[in-house]
Structures are given as structure tokens and as C-alpha cells.
């Protein structure tokens, strides 16, 4: 019971992320002009109410972790959406586990660069307050915190973990012929 809630959580989550990565997460690679004026105002009011000037003026670094979401992860999204909708998908467990391992990876120099660097006041302002660093971080947390609960899930759970205490046995038996 227990697991069918996280493949859920992990299905709202991969499901969402799509949407996510195509109207606002790669306005910072793609041109303007590809983006009607609606999503381009979805993103600047986001960037003003959560001073996030990465996402309007992203530092080259960042644009190679949109870049990386748009290449490796994007394709991966609907996978995982079905995966875990479905449930017990042993298959997903490789791929999730490099999956939520790059993505923790990106998102500890993310969550590093909120809380400790110096952002400009203008023409975008950055978090200023550790009040402000804090709700920054708060919205990509979950992007880092899911996907270790995915990466908890695939080492941890038997369900999706293929070393059972059948499967050993019969591991060694071949071993022995």
C-alpha cells in the first residue's frame, strides 16, 4: 500500500514535469518568439514574485542543466509517467535510478547558488533576505527531494529491486553447474 502511494507521488510528479519543461523550463534555451506572450508572462511573473533570475537570465551553467532536462530527462518523462502509473514496473528501475541521480546532482549546485551567491538587484533581482533564499529553494526542493525518494524506493524496495531471495538461489544453482 505503502508503495502504490509513492508510484503515485512519482507519477503526479513526472506527469507534471513535462508541462513544465516545455512551456516554462526551456523558454530559457529557446527562443521568445517560439512562446506565445501568455507563457512568456507566466515566467516573468514567476521570476518577480519568487526573485528566480536564473529562469530570465540564466547563467551559462544553469542553461546547461535546461539543456540537460530537455535532452536525457524530457523523453524519460512520459516512460516513468506510465511506469508508475501502471505500478511494479521493474523495468523503470535502472533508468529511474540514473534518472533521480543526475537530477540530485544538478539540483545540489542550484540549491548551493539560492543560498549562497551574491544576486544582482537589477535588471532581474535575485533573492536577497534568507527569507527570500528559502522560498527560492522551497520551490526546487521538491525536485531534488523526489527524486531521492525515487532513488530510495528503486535501491530499497523488493518490488523493484531484482536481487530477491528466489532469484539468489537460483543464482547460485547456475553458478554451481
Not at 20 to 25: G, K, P, R, V, Y
Not at 91 to 104: L, M, N
Amino acid at each position: 500500500m505503502a508503495l502504490r502511494v509513492l508510484e503515485i507521488i512519482f507519477f503526479l510528479y513526472f506527469a507534471s514535469h513535462i508541462p513544465i519543461t516545455l512551456f516554462i523550463d526551456l523558454q530559457a534555451l529557446l527562443p521568445a518568439h517560439v512562446y506565445p506572450q501568455q507563457l512568456r508572462d507566466v515566467l516573468q511573473w514567476y521570476a518577480e514574485a519568487f526573485k528566480d533570475p536564473m529562469v530570465v537570465d540564466p547563467p551559462e551553467w544553469f542553461k546547461s542543466f535546461i539543456f540537460c532536462e530537455a535532452l536525457v530527462q524530457l523523453p524519460f518523462f512520459p516512460v516513468a509517467t506510465y511506469a508508475f502509473l501502471k505500478g511494479g514496473c521493474k523495468w523503470i528501475r535502472t533508468p529511474a535510478i540514473i534518472y533521480s541521480v543526475h537530477v540530485a546532482t544538478t539540483l545540489l549546485p542550484i540549491i548551493g547558488h539560492i543560498l549562497f551567491s551574491q544576486f544582482p538587484v537589477e535588471p532581474h533581482p535575485g533573492p536577497q533576505t534568507m527569507k527570500e533564499r528559502w522560498l527560492l529553494v522551497s520551490i526546487y526542493a521538491p525536485y531534488l527531494l523526489v527524486p531521492l525518494m525515487l532513488l530510495l524506493t528503486m535501491l530499497m524496495s523488493s518490488k523493484y529491486n531484482s536481487t530477491s531471495k528466489s532469484g539468489n538461489a537460483s543464482a547460485k544453482a547456475k553458478k554451481k553447474n
